[in-house]
């Protein structure tokens, strides 16, 4: 019999135009749930009385409320586990924050939900008062550390390592279907079809070698697997980030070592000069209190992100992503004079002639 698995929400997949260019369409898929670097993701633990879900009570027509409350020892193991990724050196930081409306990640603990995240960016389309991360059994387990790894996996960007198309996996389909509708998971069989048997566009997945000792690798008991032979007995990763896992991180997110951003002066743009993937920070000191615009130029996709520093912090202010769109992406926010913002351009890539470039007026 299998563990216990995390079980992604299913969400609708990203539309874009049609008639994309196959470069253009398979970098705006692979980089659309990543977070531009530098960014500061706070997460917050659901903690009040009235925080959970409200569910049926079988057989009896009624409800009950059920907590998304974690006691300190199981919030413990999701800090430790978000200060190991923090401790690779990644370009993103995680703050614990005790007000809800202040958090990227907001986490439950609601017994019997399961343990999920939403991915990446996605993240930002839940309100405030919804989990986008649950942890659903008892993380001071043995072995269950790795769930907390995991989830904070998929919060960064990360799918699950198994639906890799590089994998070669060739399951025993109603094998794994029948193990996972028993216990302790119980699902159905479009829950399993999604997180398991799926295969994932080439484009999605976390790099382009399977990594059967990836975090984001789930256990796998014998028989479930009929091809690689070598895992028929069964298919055990050690719960721990691998090296894969870990230079996948860095490339998305490398270390702010960089000199520090160059000044984005109003009314003079400043050109970009990126690769697909790679991003430029800028800072605006502004003049004088008022409106601003802040616009990239050129033919490219990218993603563009506004941040106010607060104590030292860069807090967000406004986002514009124009992956795919005929119009690039412009941001519009009253600043303040005597305080500092951060300009952050990543670029999907450069899908046409000519130069790509950012400027503020």
């Not at 109603?174 to 996972?180: C, G, I, Q, T, W």
């Not at 796998?220 to 009929?226: K, N, P, V």
């Not at 230079?247 to 000044?263: G, H, I």
């Amino acid at each position: 019999m299998t563990g216990r698995y995390c079980s992604l929400p299913q969400q609708p997949a990203p539309a874009f135009a049609p008639g994309l260019a196959a470069e253009r369409l398979s970098a705006l898929i692979g980089g659309r749930p990543m977070w531009v670097n530098g960014t500061v993701l706070h997460y917050y633990f659901f903690d009040g009385d009235g925080d959970g879900s409200v569910i049926p009570v079988p057989g009896t027509g009624e409800t009950r409320r059920v907590s998304w409350v974690g006691a300190k020892e199981q919030q413990d193991v999701v800090r430790g586990c978000f200060e190991e990724w923090q401790g690779l050196g990644l370009g993103v930081s995680f703050a614990e924050v005790s007000d809800r409306s202040e958090a990227e990640l907001r986490i439950g603990f609601q017994l019997g939900d399961g343990s999920w995240s939403t991915v990446g960016r996605d993240a930002l389309r839940l309100g405030q008062n919804e989990r986008t991360m649950n942890l659903g059994w008892d993380l001071t387990a043995p072995g269950e550390r790795a769930t907390a790894l995991h989830e904070i996996g998929h919060a960064l960007g990360m799918l699950h390592e198994h639906q890799s198309p590089f994998a070669g996996i060739h399951w025993d389909d109603e094998a794994v279907y029948a193990d996972l509708a028993g216990p302790p998971n119980f699902w159905d069989r479009d829950t399993t079809f999604f997180n398991i048997l799926r295969k994932l566009d080439r484009d999605e997945v976390n790099g382009s070698l399977w990594d059967p000792q990836s975090i984001m690798e789930y256990p796998f008991s014998s028989g479930l697997i009929l091809e690689p032979e070598r895992f028929r007995a069964g298919l055990t990763p050690p719960g721990t980030l691998s090296a894969l896992d870990k230079e996948f991180a860095l490339r998305w997110y490398p270390s702010l070592t960089a000199p520090p951003a160059p000044e984005l002066v109003p009314f003079r743009s400043a050109p970009l000069r990126l690769g697909p993937g790679e991003q430029a920070d800028f800072r605006i000191e502004p003049p004088q209190t008022r409106e601003y615009t802040v616009a990239v130029f050129g033919a490219g996709d990218a993603v563009t992100v506004l941040f106010e520093e607060r104590d030292g912090e860069p807090r967000f202010v406004a986002g514009d992503d124009d992956g795919g769109a005929p119009h690039n992406a412009t941001l519009t926010a009253r600043l303040v004079r005597g305080r500092r913002y951060f300009v952050r351009v990543r670029l999907y890539s450069g899908w046409g002639s000519g130069e790509t470039a950012v400027m503020c007026w």
